[in-house]
């Protein structure tokens, strides 16, 4: 089959069911009896293999059956969860993240060597089962189905499969026995399988199928398999789920009944094993099987094309359905497009409102008083299209946080809030970095060892925090610790060490500045370069990033209590409202969340203090940048009013002197290019409605 056309769904899918498998993992460590854990990571380990054949990425899908052959075991009770085997499954997820990654670069998958991992999976499973796991009921042979076929009710159960289905009783679920039998004609039965499972998964959580699902893979089946599920849905819509795929003969459900007496089961050509202490019995009646539509002549010369297809491994990767609705994956490059289309309608609409004015026509001003309406609810939905839960970037630290902390010795417990609160799709692609330089700092320098921790009186597991919440038409993201602080005397002298201060500057820094001397580029406290920290390249990153988003970068501290990193972010990079000021003959914007008030002075009211310029401002001293120096311009006349538009950028406030006002305007941000990247000074451009180019002031670099 041609596979090129499915290999973005492949990718993404992948990236999400490795997620998930961290997720799950980290999950597991903490409740190693959690089965509905373990079902969830087995789950996801089993749809990574199966879309990873369905492609041809063999070693993939070698070393995912290989994961799946323990996951089994440990749901069965045949193997304990232990360290071992949690850090075997954690190597495990970064090899094949690697060999997707390499997939995706157009390298070869198996340029990264699994034998090891392999054989070391491969080994746990030929271990001895424990002796309780030995005495649960096995499951049923290869080709050998449940006692529960024909009319008889009965189902063979485990304990733990039984306790399953109780609790899933209490919140309105309950237990369902499925059989589905193929048509004569069906050339493909395990890809007709993989489907029916998939399609119950959408429904359901399957516990157990009959023959075991690589079983079912190597088609090691007759016409029938069996499949044991909890669900809250009707039995009818399960059997509607079945017959909807192709090549399905019959699809026969029963209500499990775990609190009814075991029953004798019906003879059968075959003799049935007698039922056990831990059978339990269908009583309700058997709902008639669904006639199948007739197969279409071409269905079997058809098959290989599409049940294979990576979307079948993890629900239709185009659109995928849920319970609650509907949502459409989309590619990142279309809403790129909509969103220029978007600013483009904006722009010209400004236009249009302009020439109104200009003309006075009014019948053109009341038709755009309702274009603006529809434009505004326009880009509204373009943009709550492009926002994105900040989970997205959260979901990967929790990982990250595990095996820093192994390697450091420590004891950590990372808390996450706010992973609901959303960004735009632009912001949330670069925060990753920063977000984890400030971790590695949290975990590295913040948090002390356990025994220093102790001598302290704190508890010996340190608190590390990630918080995310809107303020405004900004995001603010918070990294918090409760470890030692940032002495601000250290700061200073190892400043004075490195050269970057003099021992007079220093010494005249107050705490909070002397503080914020870890952003510079270069600076570091570490005693020792390690993996994780002592480059001095961390929290340069982190400063100037943020400040590339039009975001800031703050820190407060207090020494043995802990540590505060706040970023604060905008909703969004694409439109914004923006204050549009004329210098000379040239027009620019600020942007207006970073603007605090507009007003006018007369030169007399400026003053010099220590030879810099600055107003006051009820009670405030506040300094002054003109633009003509600042940009450079030749100075053409005193003017007899001037206009300050006072900025803040975090803690810091100035007051632009510009030649006038014009008023706001919503202004569509474009990037100046690779040319102008030199330019700090201005974070990007927008075209006006009548056609000129207006620079937006990068508020944040100016007032550093």
Excluded: W
């Excluded at 001037?642 to 706001?664: E, N, P, R, T, Y």
Aim: with cysteine; glycine share 6%.
């Amino acid at each position: 089959m041609e596979t090129n056309q499915y290999m973005d769904m492949f990718l993404d899918e992948s990236h999400e069911h490795l997620q998930s498998l961290n997720d799950g993992l980290l999950g597991l460590e903490d409740n190693s009896g959690d089965l509905s854990i373990l079902n969830e990571i087995f789950r996801n380990a089993h749809t990574l293999k199966g879309m990873s054949a369905t492609m041809g990425y063999n070693k993939i899908a070698e070393l995912t059956h290989e994961m799946e052959d323990v996951l089994d075991m440990l749901r069965k009770e045949q193997l304990a969860v232990s360290g071992d085997i949690i850090d075997t499954l954690f190597k495990c997820i970064d090899s094949l993240e690697q060999m997707i990654n390499n997939v995706a670069n157009g390298d070869p998958e198996d340029l990264i060597d699994v034998s090891d991992l392999v054989a070391k999976l491969s080994a746990l499973t030929k271990g001895t089962p424990p002796p309780a796991a030995a005495a649960s009921t096995p499951a049923p042979a290869a080709g050998q189905p449940a006692p529960a076929a024909g009319g008889s009710g009965v189902v063979e159960l485990s304990d733990t499969e039984k306790s399953v289905i109780s609790e899933a009783e209490k919140t309105g679920m309950r237990g369902v026995y499925l059989k589905v039998t193929l048509a004569e004609s069906c050339l493909l039965k395990s890809a007709r399988s993989y489907m029916v499972m998939n399609a119950l998964e959408e429904l359901s959580e399957v516990i157990r199928t009959i023959p075991p699902a690589e079983e079912l893979e190597q088609e090691k089946f007759e016409r029938s398999f069996e499949v044991i599920l909890i669900t809250g849905s009707e039995e009818q819509a399960i059997q509607d789920a079945v017959m909807g795929i192709s090549e399905i003969e019959k699809a026969e459900t029963k209500i499990i009944d775990t609190s009814a007496p075991a029953a004798t089961p019906a003879p059968a050509p075959a003799p049935a094993p007698a039922p056990s202490a831990s059978t339990a019995a269908a009583t309700a009646p058997a709902t008639a099987p669904t006639p199948a539509p007739a197969p279409k002549p071409q269905a079997a010369a058809n098959a290989p094309a599409k049940p294979a297809a990576p979307a079948a491994a993890g629900g239709a990767a185009a659109q995928k359905k849920s319970h609650a609705g509907q949502s459409v994956r989309v590619d990142i490059e279309k809403l790129d497009t909509l969103m220029n289309l978007m600013g483009e309608l904006v722009i010209n609409k400004v236009r249009l409102e302009q020439i109104g004015q200009t003309h006075r026509l009014s019948e053109l001003t009341e038709t755009l008083e309702q274009m603006d309406r529809v434009t505004t609810d326009l880009q509204n939905i373009v943009m709550k299209v492009r926002m994105v839960p900040v989970s997205q970037v959260f979901n990967r630290f929790p990982r990250m946080v595990r095996d820093v902390t192994k390697e450091l010795n420590k004891e950590i417990n990372l808390t996450i809030e706010g992973e609901d609160t959303e960004l735009d799709r632009t912001v949330i692609d670069e925060i990753g970095d920063p977000i984890m330089h400030l971790l590695r700092n949290s975990l590295d320098h913040g948090i002390e060892m356990p025994d220093e921790r102790e001598a302290k009186g704190k508890p010996r597991v340190g608190e590390v925090g990630l918080i995310a919440r809107h303020e405004g038409n900004n995001v603010v993201i918070m990294v918090t610790d409760d470890g030692k602080g940032i002495d601000a005397d250290v700061i200073r002298r190892k400043a004075v060490e490195k050269g970057l201060f003099t021992q007079e500057e220093v010494d005249s820094m107050d705490n909070a500045d002397a503080v914020r001397i870890v952003f510079l580029p270069g600076f570091s406290t570490a005693e020792k370069i390690s993996d994780i920290s002592g480059r001095g390249v961390g929290m340069d990153v982190v400063k100037s990033k943020i400040e590339s988003l039009s975001g800031h970068v703050d820190v407060e501290t207090h020494v043995d209590e802990g540590s505060v990193f706040k970023i604060k972010l905008p909703l969004t990079l694409a439109i914004i409202q923006a204050m549009l000021v004329q210098v000379q003959n040239e027009m620019y914007a600020i942007p207006l969340a970073s603007i605090d008030s507009t007003l006018s002075v007369q030169p007399t009211d400026i003053r010099t203090v220590q030879n810099n310029e600055v107003i006051v401002l009820r009670g405030e001293i506040i300094p002054i940048i003109r633009m003509e120096e600042t940009l450079m311009v030749p100075h053409v006349r005193d003017a007899q009013e001037l206009f300050v538009v006072v900025v803040h950028a975090g803690d810091s406030k100035a007051g632009i002197v510009v030649d006038k006002l014009i008023g706001q305007q919503e202004i569509v941000i474009k990037t100046l290019g690779n040319l102008f990247m030199g330019l700090k000074m201005f974070s990007g451009a927008t075209v006006l409605g009548d056609g000129r180019v207006a620079l937006i002031l990068d508020v944040a670099t100016m007032l550093n």
